[in-house]
């Protein structure tokens, strides 16, 4: 199969970010062919169904998760029922493994995380990003199929759509620019989320995050990363 202009893709990847803000880099992308989607989607919805109900939780499902806030928490949800603090912490924080193993169970799924430590991370941020469009394109030219980015943002990161289009026309099988979308209204993008907050905390080891540490190789073991790229 040779690219061509106006190839419909086949794959979405899912793209987040993690890492501390200035000296670590992480982007975790979540791969599904849009056959499996509507199970993969399906699959989400139950499990937010289930935290919606637990006793010990109550978060709505119209609240969008971020696992920074889970593993924290921030105090951000006040429904549940859980008899102390220390327990509601215990709880929230399992909500971030919990997600990881239901997209473990995602058909077909494929997982990537890349980073990068800096120095300069307004340069390297948007390098580590083509770093990884590289990669997800070969994936797509050995399976022969094409595929688009789906990035959480709105739209305004000019310099993560100029590192996408570092790819050459030539043997390009991802379709187009990124696609930006906010987090919020978007499931699988919050389970991109979860992949790149477990990924750097794979890699950094933050003490305070111990119980974290090996949840991403224990959860993913053929992922495709973390990768210092």
């Given at each position: ?52 109900v637990d006793r010990r939780l109550l978060i709505p499902t ?26 509601h912490r215990r709880h929230t924080q399992e909500v971030v ?64 759509r100029g590192a996408h289009r570092t790819l050459p026309p ?60």
């Amino acid at each position: 199969m040779s690219p061509e202009n106006g190839a419909t893709p086949h794959r979405d990847y899912e793209v987040d970010d993690g890492g501390d803000g200035s000296t670590s880099i992480h982007f975790a992308a979540l791969g599904i062919d849009r056959h499996h989607r509507p199970a993969a989607e399906r699959l989400w919805r139950e499990f937010r169904e289930e935290l919606a109900v637990d006793r010990r939780l109550l978060i709505p499902t119209s609240v969008a998760l971020h696992a920074v806030e889970l593993a924290g928490p921030r105090g951000r949800f006040h429904r549940s029922r859980s008899s102390s603090p220390e327990f509601h912490r215990r709880h929230t924080q399992e909500v971030v493994l919990r997600g990881l193993r239901v997209i473990a169970t995602f058909p077909g799924v494929r997982v990537h995380a890349v980073h990068r430590e800096t120095t300069d991370y307004a340069r390297d941020r948007p390098a580590l990003f083509a770093a990884l469009a590289h990669d997800l394109n070969a994936e797509l030219a050995g399976d022969g199929t094409y595929g688009r980015l789906i990035v959480d943002g709105d739209g305004r990161e000019a310099a993560l759509r100029g590192a996408h289009r570092t790819l050459p026309p030539e043997g390009r099988y991802l379709v187009g620019d990124p696609v930006f979308e906010p987090a919020p209204t978007r499931d699988l993008l919050q389970a991109a989320d979860f992949l790149a907050y477990a990924a750097y905390q794979a890699v950094a080891r933050k003490e305070p995050r111990r119980f974290m540490w090996d949840w991403f190789a224990e959860t993913f073991p053929d992922a495709d990363g973390p990768r210092a790229r």
